[in-house]
């Protein structure tokens, strides 16, 4: 089998273990080697590179974009491993942007969706089936307090349009805070709270949203060397004394402020990622999510935390990213982890939050069908019987650590954030300016990860801040083959820097 599977394609590889897919080596300076991996892919023998080019550019819409100067053509997935079109395997450090959770075509989560769709493909839920009610009662056991209540979509966009419908119906309140640099979809209600130019059409959209400045203590005014939770904190100074935090204060003022100026007496709702995602893997001051809830609360507002990307036990230390900052929200929004890479979202809030939809019919084709609402429980399974969350905690520990050591060795690597799987490294020009390092020459760094096997996701407002956010299912072998990686591409982009 193996023979067969790599005849026609010499020096794509060299064997690294017995019962491995070889690592290739695409450089002469010896890269890191590559951790061993026992999948054989199947050969690929679908479109021609080539033909897969022109279609995209005759019959896919042109703001569809994709990654690298020479796109990748991923024909199949193992766990935390993709291999293209040639079979070149690679370590996948991004989750398809942040969206496997347990990994790629998990057999656990592949058998139950394979039994489901050989059983019932589709009934809307003017029919009972119970797969939705089984997954209903699993997912929200797992929310704390009033938090019982599930409405599911198909993406998160469509889950934080609900819940903005849902906070302005409830509270009779329209005006919506959200924070600079935030992302919560591209849809046409939620641009409104997406806060980067890059996803505005400058069409009309987003009325009654205002942000307020994104507590950001790496690149924001205001920053210190304890704000944040995380093994890694800035390397800014502060004279902050124990328990206080300086930053977190001015950042609550800047709040204050935009709610005096910007927003109506009362409002309808604040909306925060725990950790930004998009926006660059940034973590406000401790204390500032809870004191923000507080405010909102004052002013009539419900608390919205959106976990699309931190939910699911990525951030190690608890399931839901909310939990770190010692907050309930009003409603939660879910997606991309939740279905392992299946197309579902979810919204669950509070029966009082649920009710005031009820006067008008509120209908989504294929939000919960059966095969989303079992795909949707395998994960769960998969989590708890894999042991993702802790998984989460020991290796993305290990890893921050292992790149702040990179953070002190390069001027380059501004900081170091994050918590459990869902790490931003943050480049830039120097440490004390801390001007963000110009696109092409991240990308120099981007592509050579890519050349050597680690895939890589890019975010933050200026582009500069590289996402490490991968199946919550990769070893501490694998992070230190991508810091590995990592740090030859640095010394790579010095040296032609030079």
Not at 24 to 48: A, G, Q
């Amino acid at each position: 089998m193996r023979s067969s599977l790599t005849k026609g394609w010499p020096n794509l590889f060299k064997q690294q273990h017995p019962s491995a897919v070889s690592c290739r080596y695409l450089s002469s300076n010896d890269p890191p080697r590559m951790p061993p991996c026992d999948f054989i892919p199947e050969k690929y023998e679908s479109l021609p590179y080539e033909h897969v080019l022109d279609v995209r550019k005759k019959n896919l819409s042109p703001a569809l974009s994709t990654y690298y100067k020479k796109p990748l053509l991923l024909h199949q997935g193992h766990m935390q491993w993709v291999f293209d079109h040639e079979g070149r395997r690679y370590l996948d450090f991004f989750g398809g942007i942040v969206t496997v959770s347990v990994g790629h075509c998990h057999p656990k989560v592949t058998e139950a969706a394979t039994k489901q769709m050989s059983r019932l493909w589709h009934s809307t839920n003017i029919y009972l089936h119970s797969p939705i009610h089984e997954y209903a009662e699993k997912l929200t056991s797992l929310l704390p307090g009033k938090l019982k209540v599930l409405y599911l979509t198909n993406s998160g966009s469509e889950a934080n349009d609900m819940a903005l419908y849902m906070a302005r119906a409830y509270t009779g309140n329209y005006d919506v805070i959200s924070l600079r640099s935030g992302y919560h979809g591209a849809s046409p209600y939620t641009l409104g709270v997406t806060s980067h130019s890059s996803y505005k059409p400058g069409l009309a959209n987003g009325f009654g949203c205002h942000t307020t400045m994104c507590p950001d203590v790496f690149r924001g005014i205001w920053g210190g060397s304890h704000c944040r939770d995380s093994p890694i904190q800035t390397t800014r100074t502060c004279s902050c004394s124990p328990g206080s935090c300086d930053a977190k204060d001015k950042y609550i003022e800047q709040l204050k402020e935009t709610l005096d100026t910007a927003a109506a007496k009362k409002i309808a709702a604040f909306i925060a990622e725990p950790i930004m995602g998009v926006g660059g893997v940034v973590q406000y001051p401790k204390g500032f999510l809870k004191e923000t809830y507080e405010i909102i609360r004052q002013k009539g507002g419900i608390c919205i935390a959106d976990e699309v990307q931190t939910g699911f036990g990525r951030t190690g230390s608890h399931f839901w990213g909310f939990q770190t900052h010692d907050v309930t929200p009003d409603i939660v929004t879910m997606a991309k982890g939740i279905g392992n890479g299946f197309p579902m979202a979810a919204v669950v809030t509070t029966e009082e939050i649920a009710s005031s939809l009820a006067p008008a019919l509120t209908f989504n084709t294929f939000g919960g069908n059966p095969v989303a609402s079992t795909v949707g429980s395998a994960v769960l399974d998969a989590i708890r019987e894999d042991d993702l969350q802790n998984n989460c905690k020991a290796v993305g520990t290990h890893l921050l650590l292992e790149l702040a050591k990179l953070r002190d060795m390069y001027d380059i690597v501004g900081d170091v954030r994050g918590k459990g799987l869902m790490i931003g490294v943050e480049m830039v020009t120097d440490k004390e300016t801390r001007r963000p390092l110009p696109n092409g020459e991240l990308n120099i760094i981007w592509e050579y990860c890519k050349d050597n096997g680690v895939l890589l996701g890019k975010g933050g407002l200026y582009n500069n801040t590289f996402r490490l956010k991968p199946p919550m299912c990769v070893t501490k072998e694998d992070a230190d083959f991508a810091v590995a990686v990592f740090q030859a591409a640095i010394n790579k982009y010095l040296e032609t820097s030079t």
